[in-house]
Structures are given as structure tokens and as C-alpha cells.
């Protein structure tokens, strides 16, 4: 009996382990060698279910001209996940809606800046109100929620 309970045990864990490495979120973020913030959004998306790919660049400019991020809504990386454009501290309960939700019109989400408190920026218990705005292809937005309003 103590091995059949063994036997169930591992075939468990293996279970598990596949399915979470099958249903993890990939995708790529283009951010500078250099910044501290960009790899703790990582970590922050990583422990959300995601499994982002990083691809250090000295200049950004030419990847976010092409991911369709303008410079009103800019910050310090950009990530591309399922074909959509994902720019700055966006928390990652919000890319997982708009994810599920499939958009045709908005290709992405922004965070523009840096807000304290924002996912990667946290510093103490200082939090910035901060709107994530929802993009098209033409640049036009619209708040897509808000967060410590």
C-alpha cells in the first residue's frame, strides 16, 4: 500500500508540473541591460503565471515604433505577448483579462512612466494613482482600469 501511495504521489507532481509549464503565458519583453525595474515586472509576471523571454536592447525606439507604442504613453520596457503589445508597469491581472477577453480594435496595453507602486515599482508603501490605457493601431486610447485611485 505504501508504494501504490508513492506511485500516486509522483504521478502527481508530475501531473501538476506539466500542466503548469503548459499553461504558462509566454511571450518576449524588449527592456535596457541596465534597468533595475524592468526585471522586477519580470519576476512580478513570472509569479503570475507568466513566462517571459528578455531581450536586452541599448535602444528601444525602433521596437516600440513597431509594437505600436507612442511616445505619450511610453515608459522603460515593452513586452509582446500573444501578438498584442504590452508597454511599462502594467499589473499582470489586467494583461490576463485583456488576454481572455481576445481584442480586435486595441492591440495592446500601456503604462506610461514609472508610477510608484505599480508592479516592479514598488518602494515602501508610496503608490501613485495610475490609469492602464488600451491601444490601437492608430494610437488612439481609452482607460482600461485604474489602480490606486
Known amino acids: 500500500m505504501k508504494r501504490q501511495t508513492q506511485t500516486l504521489l509522483a504521478l502527481s507532481l508530475l501531473t501538476t508540473s506539466a500542466f503548469a509549464s503548459a499553461t504558462a503565458i509566454k511571450g518576449t519583453n524588449y527592456q535596457s541591460p541596465y534597468c ?83 508592479p516592479g515599482m514598488e518602494y515602501g508603501d508610496q503608490k501613485d494613482p495610475y490609469n492602464v490605457l488600451a491601444f490601437d493601431k492608430n494610437g488612439r486610447t481609452m482607460v482600461y482600469s485604474k489602480h490606486n485611485q
Open 36 to 118: 533595475g525595474c524592468c526585471k522586477e515586472w519580470v519576476k512580478h509576471m513570472n509569479e503570475n503565471g507568466f513566462e517571459l523571454e528578455m531581450a536586452y536592447e541599448e535602444n528601444l525606439t525602433p521596437t516600440k515604433i513597431k509594437l505600436g507604442v507612442r511616445p505619450e504613453y511610453a515608459s522603460c520596457h515593452t513586452a509582446e505577448i500573444n501578438g498584442y503589445t504590452f508597454e511599462g508597469h502594467i499589473p499582470a491581472s489586467d494583461i490576463k483579462r485583456f488576454l481572455d477577453s481576445k481584442p480586435t480594435r486595441m492591440i495592446g496595453l500601456a503604462v506610461g512612466g514609472m508610477p510608484m507602486g505599480s
